[in-house]
């Protein structure tokens, strides 16, 4: 899987932490919060940070050290930043705390993480298929078996128990989406993921 760009994956298209709103990326995915040098920074650094070090970024791929900077902070900082500044971060003289949050940003990885994210949906689905079951006219629970029979029930509830207490948290973590965003080639967020992703459908199944 190529960085640099929208990732895509199974027909679907995703970036990593994608820059969705005016707020900081901090807001947008808490998940940021938990790393030091990430948590250290303000609205326009992150997003700097972002924009010339995450795999996802539209950027990540240019060589070009001065192009990849002028294109990440016209994206962040853009009229706001000092000349001086400028110069100084084109020349790579950038504060101890940007350098840090680069090689932070450095660190994630789209390809895994959307493969978490599909396996965790399909852990859930597997899940549901396990305890969706006709106690009534599944042949293993018929009165017919006897003992065995019993066994089985013993055996479908002790399952239905440990299912049942691991679920919440898999929803969860699912919700969460491991900082995956649907977006299309124009770089909008898509409609699925403002509203409808796979956790809201799999929310609304089990009403």
């Known amino acids: 899987m190529r960085t640099g760009e929208i990732k895509e994956f199974i027909g679907e298209k995703y970036s990593l932490f994608y820059p969705k709103s005016k707020r900081s990326l901090l807001d947008e995915y808490p998940e940021l919060r938990e790393y030091p040098a990430l948590k250290a920074l303000n609205r326009s650094e992150i997003l700097f940070v972002w924009y010339y070090a995450c795999k996802a970024s539209p950027y990540y791929n240019i060589d070009d050290h001065e192009k990849r900077v002028i294109r990440a902070m016209n994206k962040s900082f853009g009229k706001s930043m000092r000349e001086q500044t400028r110069k100084e971060y084109l020349s790579g003289k950038m504060p101890e705390k940007i350098l840090q949050g680069i090689q932070a940003m450095k660190v994630f990885e789209p390809a ?3 493969r978490a994210k599909q396996l965790f949906e399909k852990i859930i689905v597997n899940f549901e298929k396990l305890i969706d079951v006709d106690l009534e006219n599944d042949p293993q629970f018929s009165v017919e078996l006897g003992r065995e029979a019993i066994l089985n029930k013993k055996t479908y509830a002790q399952m239905c128990k440990e299912v049942t207490a691991k679920l919440p948290d898999l929803v969860r973590q699912a919700e969460q989406a491991f900082g995956l965003v ?20 799999y929310h609304k199944q089990s009403q």
């Open 182 to 201: 649907e977006v299309s080639e124009e770089g909008k967020v898509s409609a699925a993921e403002v509203g409808s992703m796979w956790i809201d459908d």
């Open 112 to 114: 895994a993480r959307i």
